[in-house]
């Protein structure tokens, strides 16, 4: 397994294709022209709410779910460049591109699941935690797609880099 998903990261690299690969997780990916190694570890399509936290955030939710996905991040040599958890959204069957919690609402559920909770690197750091995404309205979401969309940047030397976008279908969970 290991194997292959080397040679995945490597055909990546290489093709840039456009369709969606499965990732039979973990995934590791590189963003080469910031310098780091992205790695999703696992997803959990159900984080368990709170009674509070559920009730709080109904309106959010709508009858919905709220999953979470791990996500590591590391710098492959010294970078400038930082990584937000804004560069990730979901795609599920029947729903528009959703983006991530960030403003913490869903962390003590997180934290209730043994989960740490993410947290933006500072340039050039190290990030391990989970991102929490809300269904609206979809109680069991199906053919769930991650998509890491960094967008273009300029170097502190002024030189520009190209977006950087990658999509694959998550097919594993907690």
């Known amino acids: 397994m290991l194997v292959l ?5 490597q055909l990546l690299g290489c093709a840039r294709q456009s369709y969606i690969p499965i990732a039979r997780g973990p995934y590791f990916f590189q963003d080469e022209l910031i ?5 999703i570890g696992q997803f959990d399509n159900g984080l368990r709410l709170s009674f509070l936290s559920a009730r709080e ?28 958890s804004t560069y990730f959204s979901l795609l599920c069957e029947n729903t528009s591109q ?7 609402a869903f962390d003590a559920d997180l934290k209730a699941a043994g989960y740490t909770p993410w947290a933006d690197p500072s340039a050039g750091g190290d990030a391990d935690g989970w991102v929490a995404f809300v269904i609206p309205g979809i109680r069991n979401p199906k053919n769930c797609s991650v998509t890491y969309d960094r967008p ?23």
């Open 98 to 104: 959703l983006a991530p919690v960030t403003d913490g």
């Open 5 to 9: 998903a080397l040679a995945m990261s």
């Open 35 to 39: 310098a780091y190694s992205i790695g």
């Open 152 to 174: 273009t940047m300029t170097s502190p030397e002024g030189i520009g880099l190209q977006r950087y976008k990658i999509s694959f279908q998550l097919v594993w969970i907690v």
């Open 57 to 84: 955030h109904a309106d959010l939710v709508q009858n919905g779910r709220v999953v979470a996905l791990n996500i590591g991040v590391h710098p492959d040599e010294s970078t400038w460049a930082q990584l937000h």
